[in-house]
């Protein structure tokens, strides 16, 4: 079975840090570039970072440029968003998509997750 699955969110205090893993079975990550997105209530999705599969190129929005960092472990099939100095407006529904043989940043993906709930909040 092809599926993408995110984990690692959860509620965290605003400055605070989480990781998020996009776990990849039934096929192989090496050949698709993986973008990290995310979709607040009222909002439009929006596009937070993308990690290339021929180079491992990267790609952020401004919104979260020097706070996230995306590394990709091909070994593990695994993707990952290290979230730091979270703030409130991080709040969101966070998905993982993989596209194949594609540059960063991806508008959509062959595969998506299920999503995995971002709380920033005191």
């Known amino acids: 079975q092809v599926q993408l699955v995110e984990t690692g969110g959860g509620l965290v205090q605003p400055g605070g840090s989480l990781s998020l893993s996009c776990a990849a079975s039934g096929f192989t990550l090496d050949y698709y570039t993986i973008g990290w997105f995310r979709h607040a209530p009222g909002k439009e999705r929006e596009g937070v970072s993308c990690i290339s599969s021929s180079d491992g190129s990267t790609y952020y929005a401004d919104s979260v440029k020097g706070r996230f960092t995306i590394s990709r472990d091909n070994a593990k099939n695994t993707v990952y968003l290290q979230m730091n100095s979270l703030k409130p407006e991080d709040t969101a529904v966070y998905y993982c998509?993989?596209?194949?043989?594609?540059?960063?940043?991806?508008?959509?993906?062959?595969?998506w997750g299920q999503g995995t709930q971002v709380t920033v909040s005191s």
């Open positions: 998509a993989a596209e194949i043989f594609s540059s960063c940043p991806i508008e959509g993906g062959d595969y």
